[in-house]
């Protein structure tokens, strides 16, 4: 499967071609998934770039995103756009490269220079996913915990998520205040300790 190296620029093509061209992958058609990976690598590395300043790690989560996308395209349903879909597997294959990285370096006995102060992304993120957070976020309503899912751990615009989960912008903005207070409130019943990761007073 060859695929050519990432263009800049955004998003590009309409939601009906990006729609079609996944059924095609879905039904084998590596011609498609060419033209999907020509269309969206460019966007897809470039705000990866931004999370993670490891090129190499970009590149690998690149290409293990569009191997999902292979081996996932019959799951795209059509809801919402193609692109939202394609960040989705992306930011997530980036969580799952980030723990495989914390993992190799604590199986490491070697003493290693101090790692950087983590950014206030990395911090959400980590909280979210592996942290007191997390647990907290699986205790809200569902179709809260998917919007902050979106919006915090995925890193989806408003316009993004509501496309993604089918629903207005307006009532991503207000499940998203609301998933807020209802993790502060989630967190503060299990009695979790520092700094709420997502900031401010319930």
Do not use: N
Not at 4 to 20: K, T
Not at 29 to 42: M, N
Not at 74 to 101: F, K, M, N, S, T
Not at 158 to 169: H, N, V, Y
């Amino acid at each position: 499967m060859r695929l050519s190296r990432p263009a800049g620029g955004g998003p590009s093509g309409g939601d009906e071609d990006d729609a079609a061209l996944l059924r095609a992958v879905a039904r084998g058609d590596t011609e498609a998934l060419a033209v999907l990976y020509d269309r969206h690598a460019g966007w897809l590395h470039a705000r990866l770039a931004r999370r993670c300043p490891d090129e190499e790690t970009v590149r690998e989560v690149l290409q293990d995103t569009f191997v999902t996308v292979w081996r996932s395209a019959g799951g795209h349903r059509g809801r919402g756009e193609a692109g939202g879909w394609l960040w989705v597997i992306a930011a997530r294959r980036l969580v799952d490269a980030r723990r495989a990285g914390a993992r190799a370096e604590r199986a490491s006995a070697a003493p290693e220079p101090a790692a950087p102060v983590p950014s206030a992304e990395d911090r959400v993120l980590a909280g979210l996913e592996y942290g007191e957070a997390g647990a907290a976020l699986d205790r809200i309503s569902p179709e809260l915990a998917e919007v902050l899912r979106a919006t915090v751990v995925d890193g989806l615009t408003t316009r993004e998520a509501a496309r993604l989960l089918g629903i207005p912008e307006g009532t991503v903005k207000t499940r998203a205040l609301r998933a807020r207070r209802e993790l502060r409130a989630a967190l503060d019943a299990g009695r979790a300790r520092g700094p709420h990761p997502l900031g401010g007073t319930a």
